[in-house]
């Protein structure tokens, strides 16, 4: 008799693929703005064919469908601003439809995958070559406390047991995290007192654990009520101690370095290399000829965030959609500093590469979409199929190069035809 065949494991549901994404993307590292997670979809669906987009445009919505995907992703929200309605007869209300009809969740990660270990800029940083990155604008760890408490000796275990389970001792992938020494406790029982050890008006001394283990301020109340339940004492001795805010591994854009320094014409190939083609292809403001390394990176819109890259100490900023005015400013200030210290180059000012807007942010959708498969099959051994959109959603369809005629010359730097 022939074995009978495996079953056949199910495909993971919208809810577990939306708990690795947010795992990835925390929704709460996203501006306060913004409008991430997910958009539509029944939580119980299974999902088996993932689509992952720049944006949710109508030809992205009809590739999905096409394709017979479960669940869209895309970096841009689709209801970013408040509507007070999906009706069928606006643009984005007949794009929900169409999605529900057919099947089709929506999913966003927009800030929070910028921010996030291994998003969008850390993509766009390693596509374009930097290594040792770290973030422009790093987001803080969340606030912690330090709980020091001490507990007669032969409860610590318990002590420990009950704060992890309330969300104490939580340190990257570890868990239960604690540190423990002994020693001598002493104390007068009053009149009114029932002590767990002791006599009322005698000095009694007890061999004591001091238990220390961090835990997320916003769990202090769940924590504090936890060890008065553990603690055997009447009136247990502890402190809660307010860490400081430290910065963290995650957050707006990133800073690496070139293996080695090129030209900023040679750096401008790289990144054309690197991205989508699309019509405005790659703007420079500098000098071609002069060497860079250090490189600050914001995908999406970045000029708002000169402030930061000065900081920072790049060379040269890579990002999209900048605007005349205050990319012309940062222009204007490196040349009068150069004029004030008598230096050539920047001067301090870093040189601009600008891309567009949906090329900046494409080299995400390949990592999020190995990412999430590997996510998925590490616990269950079950994964999703996934795509990158070979839609290009870049608004701009054409570009008309100016008639030959004489024209002011360029500031420093040269042009490139």
């Known amino acids: 008799m022939s074995p009978a065949p495996a079953e056949r494991e199910l495909p993971p549901t919208l809810a577990t693929v939306v708990a690795n994404l947010d795992r990835r993307y925390p929704p709460g590292t996203a501006e306060d703005w913004d409008a991430v997670g997910l958009v539509c ?105 330090k709980v020091v408490a001490l507990v007669p000796d032969g409860h610590a275990e318990a002590l420990v047991t009950a704060l992890s389970t309330a969300g104490a001792g939580e340190l990257g992938s570890y868990s239960r995290c604690a540190w423990t020494t002994t020693g001598v406790g002493t ?126 100490g790049a060379d040269v900023y890579l990002t999209a959609d900048l605007r005349h005015h205050p990319a012309s400013e940062l222009r204007e200030r490196a040349e009068f500093e150069a004029r004030q210290t008598g230096a050539r180059g920047r001067a301090g000012v870093p040189y601009l590469v600008d891309v567009a807007h949906f090329a900046s942010e494409w080299p995400w959708l390949p990592r999020a979409a190995r990412a999430l498969e590997a996510d998925l099959r590490q616990p269950a051994g079950t994964t999703v199929e996934t795509r990158v959109s070979t839609r290009r959603t870049d608004p701009w369809t054409a570009r008309i190069s100016s008639p030959t005629r004489p024209s002011p010359p360029a500031t420093s730097g040269g042009h490139r035809p």
């Open 41 to 145: 979809g029944d939580p119980v669906q299974h999902v088996e064919k993932v689509l992952f987009a720049v944006d949710p445009t109508a030809d992205v919505v009809e590739e999905a469908l096409a394709w017979g995907a479960d669940l869209l992703v895309t970096h841009h929200p689709l209801l970013l601003r408040a509507v007070h309605s999906v009706a069928a007869t606006t643009f984005k209300g007949a794009l929900l439809h169409r999605l529900v009809r057919g099947g089709c969740a929506l999913y966003v990660a927009h800030t929070n995958a910028d921010a996030a270990d291994d998003g969008v800029a850390h993509a766009l940083a390693e596509a374009v070559g930097l290594q040792d990155l770290r973030p422009l604008v790093p987001l803080h760890q969340e606030a912690l406390d």
């Open 187 to 312: 104390f007068v029982p009053g009149a009114d007192a029932t002590p767990f050890v002791g006599v009322a008006g005698q000095v009694e001394q007890v061999s004591e654990t001091r238990v220390e283990m961090i835990a997320p301020r916003r769990l202090r109340d769940r924590v504090v009520a936890a060890l008065r339940a553990a603690h055997p004492y009447e009136e247990p001795a502890f402190d809660v101690l307010e860490t400081a805010a430290l910065p963290g591994s995650v957050g707006t854009g990133r800073v690496g370095v070139l293996p080695h320094p090129v030209t900023l014409g040679a750096f401008g190939d790289q990144v054309a290399a690197a991205l989508p083609a699309t019509e405005q292809g790659v703007r420079i403001a500098g000098d071609l000829d002069m060497l860079v390394r250090t490189v600050a990176v914001v995908g999406g819109s970045g000029d708002s965030l000169f402030d930061a890259v000065r900081a920072s």
